[in-house]
């Protein structure tokens, strides 16, 4: 009783922070990217890297940048992981390995901070400072950037003086203005804020590298410590995920109390919910944000519901005596206050963690699997989340015309074979990278040595093995970041093929979305009085089209990964 009155205090308290910040938040995000004004850090940050912020880009110009961008970033953390046994401040850790070296380089770059490694013993402090933390900031104001590029791709040439465009250009913005600016104006700001109540929860910050003590048994220990609850705050407000200890976002010296809980939810959900307002305002139609929130609220709350049942009446011996399913979990949070982080977790590609996942039973386990799987668009990453949301609501406009026989139109503009062929891509790429990579790894003999359960085919054991590789490859393929705890992944296998889905699983969709933006904003919009075109279109927002695009989203994850899905959770489930 005591935790269900806590998990319904800690969800209002979320939603309330979350309404309250709602407009606010997203009205300066979009004031922010449509300001003509640059702050003076930000001038001084042009004119050092020899940047024209006032020169627009199309698509092509846009994605190059992106990419060159975290290609450099990619060199330099990997370089500077295996150099850090001779820098400053490595308190005695080596060079990190080639392949972990190589995954974790590519999992910070590409928002997706999946750890391979025990962060406490395997990275310094300057690495997670100089490398790890920065990259916190940078991969989230990446995404951050193309969603607003996607967003002016959709309402070119109507509000283009807004928007900082040349009129008639179909430039999509500045990726490095866009980036700066999303750096120091949004992500800093907030990550000080968030990192300010974490420490006065009691949260690590020491420029110290640990501490000795005597144990109870009188044995010698170490506590590794360092200018942690810093990068604490931006691993959850960036949808990051990667901690500075193994535990995660479970350590007392990360996240101290229930309190401390409740803020790390509210700010992995801050920017991705806001987002929507921002989305609306630059489109100069709020009923447009307000349509994507609603979509994103009903998954949300019913997952969070699903997971927190299926948790707390997990059924057995061990529970029943217990009360609850407390394996895996901190007595601090409980049941509910670790469903909760889950669900926003994984809903957000964020692969922080305040309890063990593969703990979890097969039913809600396969909840947080499944939630990875609609595409983490519930409410999704800084910026991802957003985008990704956009393209099934362009798939929704183009089937619910084909049905009611009206115009396939997205505010004005025509989608039509090339901007749907574009749509169906950016959705086909992480299921083809999730089930590829299930599909070799379990027929690889090589990986029955990493799991941690298995036995003969059909037993529980290997049902949950199977499981827990479903989950690893979603979790890289929706650059989410968090694991099943029961499979090791530091064979060469896993940290190439798990690398490579996460490069490709962040990398092709922002391509795919920036070019779809593009052939957007090459088009001139639509109006009610171009033959009644605009009249004859299906309305993208109200109860209906929420509806619709509800479904759709729904229907897209359930077919492709339905087979899947009976073969581990739910199967497990029933097991």
Same mark, same amino acid.
């Given at each position: 009783m005591n935790d269900t009155w806590a998990g319904v205090l800690s969800v209002a308290a979320v939603v309330t922070v979350l309404a309250v910040a709602h407009a606010p938040l997203g009205d300066?995000?979009?004031?922010?990217?449509?300001?003509?004004?640059?702050?003076?850090?930000?001038?001084?940050?042009?004119r050092v890297a020899r940047i024209d912020p006032r020169a627009g880009q199309n698509w092509r110009a846009y994605a190059m940048s992106v990419l060159g961008f975290s290609v450099a970033s990619l060199v330099f953390l990997y370089v500077l992981q295996r150099v850090q046994g001779v820098l400053p401040w490595s308190d005695g850790k080596p060079a990190v390995s080639p392949a972990m070296a190589f995954n974790t380089a590519i999992s910070f770059v590409t928002n997706t901070d999946w750890q391979s490694y025990s962060p406490e013993a395997t990275v310094s402090n300057l690495t997670q400072m100089l490398g790890l933390a920065v990259q916190n900031f940078l991969s989230a104001a990446?995404?951050?950037?193309?969603?607003?590029?996607?967003?002016?791709?959709?309402?070119?040439?109507?509000?283009?003086?807004?928007?900082?465009?040349?009129?008639?250009?179909?430039d999509l913005g500045n990726f490095w203005v866009d980036l700066v600016r999303g750096t120091v104006r949004i992500l800093l700001p907030l990550a000080f804020v968030v990192a300010a109540i974490l420490v006065l929860q009691g949260a690590v910050q020491s420029w110290r590298t640990g501490f000795d003590f005597t144990m109870l048994d009188g044995r010698d220990g170490h506590a590794p410590v360092g200018p942690f609850a810093s990068q604490e705050a931006i691993k959850v407000l960036g949808t990051n995920g990667g901690g500075t200890y193994a535990a995660n976002s479970a350590h007392p010296f990360s996240v101290p109390t229930p309190l401390a809980n409740i803020?790390?939810?509210?700010a992995v959900l801050?920017?991705?919910?806001?987002?929507?307002?921002?989305?609306?305002?630059?489109?100069?139609?709020?009923?447009?944000?307000? !349509? $994507?929130?609603?979509?994103?609220?009903?998954?949300?709350? =019913? /997952? *969070?519901?699903l997971v927190w049942a299926f948790e707390a009446h997990a059924g057995g011996v061990a529970t029943d005596a217990a009360g609850a399913a407390m394996e895996g979990k901190e007595n601090r949070f409980g049941v509910f206050g670790s469903a909760l982080f889950g669900v926003s977790t994984t809903g957000t590609s964020t692969g922080a963690v305040n309890s063990a996942h593969d703990s979890f039973s097969g039913a809600s386990g396969g909840g947080l699997t499944w939630n990875m799987l609609l595409g983490e668009i519930a409410p999704g990453g800084v910026g991802s989340g957003l985008y990704g949301l956009l393209i099934l609501a362009v798939i929704t406009v183009f089937v619910?015309?084909?049905?009611?026989?009206?115009?396939?139109?997205?505010?004005?503009?025509?989608?039509?074979?090339?901007?749907? !062929? $574009?749509?169906?891509?950016?959705?086909?790429?992480?299921? =083809? /990278? *999730?089930?590829?990579?299930?599909?070799?790894?379990?027929?690889?003999?090589?990986?029955?040595?990493?799991?941690?359960?298995?036995?003969?085919?059909?037993?529980?054991?290997?049902?949950?093995?199977?499981?827990?590789?479903?989950?690893?490859?979603?979790?890289?393929?929706?650059?989410?970041?968090?694991?099943?705890?029961?499979?090791t992944v530091t064979s060469d296998w896993f940290q190439i093929s798990l690398g490579l889905a996460m490069l490709f699983g962040r990398f092709l969709p922002i391509v795919i979305v920036l070019a779809l933006a593009?052939?957007?904003?090459?088009?001139?919009?639509?109006?009610?009085?171009?033959d009644g075109a605009r009249a004859a279109s299906l309305p993208s927002h109200g109860v209906v089209y929420g509806s619709l695009l509800l479904g759709t989203t729904l229907l897209v994850a359930g077919l492709t990964f339905f087979p899947a899905m009976a073969l581990g959770p739910i199967a497990e489930a029933f097991a």
């Open positions: 300066y995000m979009a004031r922010t990217f449509r300001s003509h004004k640059d702050l003076g850090v930000e001038r001084l940050i042009y990446v995404g951050l950037a193309v969603a607003v590029a996607v967003i002016r791709g959709v309402v070119a040439r109507r509000r283009d003086r807004d928007l900082s465009l040349t009129p008639g250009s179909g803020v790390e939810i509210i801050l920017i991705p919910v806001s987002l929507t307002r921002t989305y609306g305002t630059l489109v100069g139609d709020r009923r447009q944000g307000y !349509t $994507l929130l609603g979509v994103m609220t009903t998954i949300w709350v =019913a /997952l *969070v519901a619910g015309g084909l049905l009611v026989g009206r115009s396939p139109e997205f505010l004005g503009k025509r989608i039509g074979q090339h901007e749907i !062929t $574009l749509a169906a891509m950016y959705v086909l790429v992480m299921p =083809a /990278l *999730v089930l590829t990579g299930v599909s070799i790894s379990a027929v690889l003999g090589s990986t029955r040595d990493a799991l941690g359960n298995d036995g003969p085919t059909g037993s529980p054991n290997a049902i949950h093995g199977f499981s827990e590789i479903l989950y690893a490859y979603a979790s890289a393929a929706n650059n989410n970041g968090s694991a099943f705890g029961g499979l593009g052939r957007l904003a090459s088009q001139t919009p639509r109006t009610p009085a171009d």
